[in-house]
């Protein structure tokens, strides 16, 4: 069955540290890959995503992830993060179907 | 600009009655539409999935069922909620194969 794990389920960094959310997924077809931010009693936004080209995209706030297809995974990356970015974090995978496959969600906590 | 609405945003309910959430897109057309239900510190469950008028695709066998009478409504019915439908409830929609966009969510407490 087509999975998506999130290694990390919570992960405290202090302000301006680096950080990385890890997203491995199992497939033997072409995806499409996403990050997804939640912040608390909110829905779901879009961070950023993967359909093709670049492997490596970028979001508006300085997040980015890298496909490496032979490692399968989508790791999400940031130099220096803020208190603002203190949230959960969902990888997913699309089988270009209808149907989008979730993370069980990464809390980032940033600390002061 | 595409905008997804639901309502209500809180509910508390008692167990035993019944349920309904809605949810509307705007701004278009016969889109993919999703329920996903979130429970306290735990990832999203896809509950049902809706690629047009009347079909509903239901993923999980539960106490819940779904509805869509009209292109960009999509309906979340319970006839007896139980204490474990407590959770955090997100519409979303998508085109197909895509990038999916969620609703700001319904809380419900079942008490």
């Known amino acids: 069955a087509q999975s998506v794990t999130q290694l990390d389920s919570q992960v405290p960094v202090f302000e301006e540290a680096p950080v990385e959310l890890r997203c491995n997924y199992s497939s033997s077809v072409s995806v499409y890959l996403f990050w997804y931010v939640q912040y608390p009693n909110q829905g779901l936004q879009l961070l950023l995503k993967y359909l093709s080209g670049s492997t490596l995209v970028e979001s508006i706030n300085g997040f980015e992830a890298e496909f490496n297809k032979s490692q399968t995974s989508f790791h999400l990356r940031k130099p220096s993060v803020h208190i603002s970015d203190t949230a959960e974090y969902f990888c997913a995978v699309s089988y270009r179907g209808f149907k989008t496959i979730f993370g069980a969600g990464t809390r980032l906590f940033v600390k002061a | 600009s595409q905008t997804i609405h639901q309502w209500p945003a809180t509910l508390v309910q008692p167990v035993g009655s019944p349920l309904s959430l809605e949810c509307t897109v705007e701004?278009?057309?016969?889109?993919?539409l999703y329920w996903y239900r979130q429970a306290a510190g735990r990832g999203l469950q896809l509950l049902f999935y809706s690629v047009g008028i009347g079909q509903i695709s239901s993923e999980v066998p539960q106490n819940l069922s779904a509805s869509r009478p009209q292109d960009r409504q999509f309906i979340l019915s319970s006839k007896k909620l139980l204490l474990s439908d407590s959770g955090f409830y997100l519409c979303?929609?998508?085109?197909?194969?895509?990038?999916?966009?969620f609703g700001p969510g319904t809380r419900l407490t079942v008490l």
């Open positions: 979303a929609w998508s085109p197909e194969g895509d990038t999916q966009y």
């Open positions: 701004g278009t057309s016969n889109p993919n």
